[in-house]
């Protein structure tokens, strides 16, 4: 049943001619196979891990003022082993902070953003931000009041920035303070707007990487 399917998807998309192709007959450079070469991947490999938990936990977390707390309550102590996806969640996303660090750092030090690769590096530095705008929105979901007391704190600090601090200040929470609408913006950025931004991101990251491949050792 399996290799008649796979026989039938070959025929008309040749799809096993072009794994062989891209992926399994790929050579990649003995210097590259050093272990701080992989801070990248297993960045990666944390991101998929957030995007396959988050959907889970989607599953049940409620956006409602109301009953965001009640519902993270349920997730951790009556859902299944809720507990462990959530503590998946929530470590994977310390892990991926960290491993992007960790690449910045070796991609800096074997001088990797120069010509040809200053776009890779500007795409990374987008990545960057980007994940740290998954850390700061995820961080206001929980909903309890390390997390409330925690946005209000800094959301107070961007009034200090000159001219558009308030403004900006105000967008974001959608009024004058923390509230359901922050709730509900901090929702929306997390779970779509964010990671969909973060995804076209990487795919371009990859694309250049693909293309330029990976730099000669120093
Ligand atoms: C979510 C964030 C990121 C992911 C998943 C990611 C992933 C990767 C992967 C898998 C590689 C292949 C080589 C390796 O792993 O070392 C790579 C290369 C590279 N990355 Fe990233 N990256 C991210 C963020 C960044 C950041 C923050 C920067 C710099 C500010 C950056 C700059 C580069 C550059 C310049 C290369 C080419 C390295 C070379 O040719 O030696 N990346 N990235």
Known sequence: MYKSTVEWLDSRYQIRSRVKKNFLDKTVPKHATAFWYCFGGLAFLSFVVQITTGAFLLFYYVPDPDKAYQSIYYISHIVPYGWFIRGLHFFCANFMISFVLLHTLRVFYTGSYRNPRELTWLSGVLAMLLTLAMAFTGYLLKWDQIAFWGMTAVSNFMKYIPLVGND?????????????STLSRFFALHIALVPAILI???GAHFW???????????
Do not use: E, F, Q, Y
Request: without cysteine; aromatic residues 0%; positive net charge.
């Open 208 to 218: 250049m990487i693909r293309k330029l491949g990976i730099s000669r050792p120093l």
């Open 168 to 180: 900006i200040r105000m967008i974001i929470l959608g009024g004058d303070a923390v509230s359901g």
């Open 200 to 202: 076209i991101i990487l």
